[in-house]
């Protein structure tokens, strides 16, 4: 995209973290521009008296900024990046400043044989890399996972030595063979891990997957395009006793041509998967649509969501959605609570009794349907209430999840926003909702008020000036 006779690179990746020590705030932003030929780490900080400043890293040749973690325990930020090879760049957070320096880096290629091997295959010497797609700090220990030229494999290590490998394991479901492929991941409390990718080299398996840890492995059902259609995983958090997910995917329930809905879909944490029926096969799999649109008599949808946030301390999730790439270009920022999300999932299924009929509401045989029914770490049994029957065939809702107004906080037509994150800042008498958008061009601004919201659109990062 040109602008005042400049060409600037999309902002792939947006980052805000906040740490308060001895009544001070380090609010941190991170973006990552996508050029042609390099890319460019800009990091933005912003003091208590809100006066930004930049620091940037690039090197020749480096390319695939894709994954970052911010460990604030120990003032480091680990970036995940290719330069015929795989870094780690450290940069040193202080309260004060930020230091950009290179303290460690260890690389992680693929062998020559599994090299050739990709090739052999059809693909190309530039796909055969070792791309990043985990990132993952758990305690004192990182959690790596790369598409190791077709062959994904996961490799814990230990912070502050990363030329230390504790553990090595299969990358399979946990990270795409294809760097081009959506994919999220998490790990929770207990260390388990949450992925959301696809299983297999063609990509057609789609799979959400829990691994590692003390529950046994689960899945999404296999090559059940009722269950996940064609998706792409944008993001999964780890709430209460549920794991979210969030995503974009076909809808299998639309009979008017092929349309791609916005989807939120939940897996109980303590579930502990069937037995003889969807053994090793998730039993808590639901989803629901999610509704991001302009009212009228004729709604204007942006079905496609983007990217997420979420705000723990008012349990709100923000996402940005845009229109089909294409169709016109346009974007949206819209809000859910997590108790509109609890309401569709207490809500009525929609089912289809065989693939000639139409997809029917049907009731909820658990309106208020709560992980688990045996004590936390009983003997034996499914820690479910669901019969696997339900499972089975009853896991699309029937409602639609709201956002929290009728209308999106923020639209932008002729734009296509991409990243999104949200800070609270308290003002003199009310909390500000600050976004960060990314866009093909600029970094966009928004403030949600209890007024409203208002925006403006910021200079592309290299331009800003100081305020």
């Given at each position: 995209?040109?602008a005042?006779?400049?060409?600037?690179?999309?902002?792939?990746?947006?980052?805000?973290?906040?740490r308060?020590?001895n009544?001070?705030?380090?609010?941190?932003?991170?973006?990552?521009?996508?050029?042609?030929?390099?890319?460019?780490?800009?990091?933005?900080?912003?003091?208590?008296?809100?006066?930004?400043?930049?620091?940037?890293?690039?090197?020749?040749g480096?390319?695939?900024?894709?994954?970052?973690a911010?460990?604030?325990?120990?003032?480091?930020?680990?970036?995940g990046?290719i330069?015929?090879?795989?870094?780690?760049?450290?940069?040193l957070?202080?309260?004060?400043?930020?230091?950009?320096?290179?303290?460690?880096?260890?690389?992680?290629?693929?062998?020559?044989?599994t090299?050739?091997?990709?090739?052999?295959?059809?693909?190309?010497?530039?796909?055969?890399?070792?791309?990043?797609?985990?990132?993952l700090?758990s305690?004192?220990?990182?959690?790596?996972c790369?598409?190791?030229?077709?062959?994904p494999?996961?490799?814990?290590?230990q912070?502050?030595?990363f030329?230390?490998?504790?553990d090595?394991?299969?990358?399979?479901a946990?990270?795409?063979?294809?760097?081009?492929?959506?994919?999220?991941?998490?790990?929770?409390?207990?260390g388990?891990?949450?992925?959301?990718?696809?299983?297999?080299?063609?990509?057609?398996?789609?799979?959400?997957?829990?691994s590692?840890?003390?529950?046994?492995?689960l899945r999404?059902a296999?090559?059940?395009?009722k269950?996940l259609?064609?998706?792409?995983?944008v993001?999964?958090?780890e709430?209460?006793?549920?794991?979210?997910?969030?995503?974009?995917?076909t809808?299998v329930?639309?009979?008017?041509g092929?349309?791609?809905?916005?989807?939120?879909?939940?897996?109980?944490?303590n579930?502990?998967?069937?037995?003889?029926?969807?053994?090793?096969t998730w039993?808590t799999f639901?989803?629901?649509?999610?509704?991001?649109?302009?009212?009228?008599?004729?709604?204007f949808y942006?079905?496609?969501?983007?990217?997420?946030?979420?705000?723990?301390?008012?349990?709100?999730?923000?996402?940005?959605?845009?229109?089909?790439?294409?169709?016109?270009?346009?974007?949206?920022?819209?809000a859910?609570?997590?108790?509109?999300?609890?309401?569709?999932?207490?809500?009525?299924?929609?089912?289809?009794?065989n693939?000639?009929?139409?997809?029917?509401?049907?009731?909820?045989?658990?309106p208020?349907?709560?992980?688990?029914?045996?004590?936390?770490?009983?003997?034996?049994?499914?820690?479910?209430?669901r019969s696997?029957?339900?499972a089975q065939?009853?896991?699309?809702?029937?409602?639609?999840?709201?956002?929290?107004?009728?209308?999106?906080?923020?639209?932008q037509?002729?734009?296509r926003?991409s990243?999104?994150?949200?800070?609270?800042?308290?003002?003199?008498?009310?909390?500000?909702?600050?976004?960060?958008?990314?866009?093909?061009?600029?970094?966009?601004?928004?403030?949600?008020?209890?007024?409203?919201?208002?925006s403006?659109?910021?200079?592309?990062?290299?331009?800003?000036?100081?305020?």
């Amino acid at each position: 995209m040109r602008a005042s006779g400049l060409v600037f690179a999309p902002i792939d990746f947006l980052l805000v973290k906040t740490r308060k020590s001895n009544q001070s705030r380090l609010n941190l932003m991170v973006l990552i521009l996508h050029g042609v030929a390099s890319c460019l780490l800009i990091i933005f900080s912003f003091c208590p008296a809100l006066r930004p400043w930049m620091s940037e890293f690039s090197h020749p040749g480096v390319k695939d900024f894709s994954q970052l973690a911010l460990d604030l325990s120990s003032n480091q930020l680990i970036v995940g990046c290719i330069l015929h090879s795989w870094l780690m760049i450290i940069w040193l957070l202080t309260n004060q400043h930020i230091c950009c320096f290179v303290p460690q880096a260890t690389e992680w290629v693929p062998d020559e044989d599994t090299k050739r091997s990709c090739q052999s295959k059809g693909k190309t010497e530039e796909e055969c890399q070792n791309y990043i797609r985990v990132l993952l700090i758990s305690g004192r220990t990182l959690f790596t996972c790369g598409t190791n030229a077709f062959t994904p494999v996961c490799i814990t290590r230990q912070i502050g030595n990363f030329s230390e490998v504790l553990d090595t394991v299969n990358g399979v479901a946990r990270c795409p063979y294809d760097p081009r492929h959506n994919s999220t991941a998490m790990v929770t409390e207990r260390g388990e891990l949450y992925a959301a990718t696809v299983i297999d080299f063609s990509g057609r398996d789609p799979v959400i997957y829990r691994s590692l840890g003390n529950m046994p492995p689960l899945r999404t059902a296999q090559y059940n395009s009722k269950w996940l259609n064609e998706p792409h995983f944008v993001s999964v958090y780890e709430i209460g006793r549920f794991a979210y997910f969030f995503l974009r995917e076909t809808a299998v329930e639309n009979d008017c041509g092929k349309i791609v809905f916005s989807r939120v879909a939940r897996v109980c944490k303590n579930d502990m998967g069937g037995r003889f029926l969807l053994e090793d096969t998730w039993t808590t799999f639901m989803k629901a649509r999610l509704n991001c649109s302009r009212s009228g008599e004729i709604p204007f949808y942006y079905n496609e969501l983007q990217s997420t946030f979420y705000l723990p301390e008012q349990d709100l999730i923000y996402g940005i959605f845009t229109t089909n790439v294409n169709s016109i270009s346009a974007s949206a920022v819209c809000a859910f609570n997590l108790s509109s999300i609890t309401e569709a999932f207490n809500g009525p299924f929609r089912y289809q009794e065989n693939p000639r009929t139409a997809w029917l509401s049907t009731p909820n045989p658990i309106p208020n349907f709560q992980c688990g029914t045996l004590e936390e770490g009983g003997p034996g049994g499914n820690l479910t209430e669901r019969s696997l029957q339900d499972a089975q065939r009853l896991f699309l809702m029937n409602d639609v999840v709201q956002p929290i107004a009728v209308n999106p906080l923020l639209t932008q037509d002729d734009l296509r926003f991409s990243k999104l994150v949200v800070d609270i800042v308290q003002g003199r008498d009310t909390l500000f909702h600050v976004m960060y958008i990314g866009t093909a061009s600029a970094l966009k601004l928004g403030t949600l008020t209890a007024a409203g919201i208002t925006s403006r659109s910021a200079a592309p990062p290299s331009k800003r000036a100081p305020t």
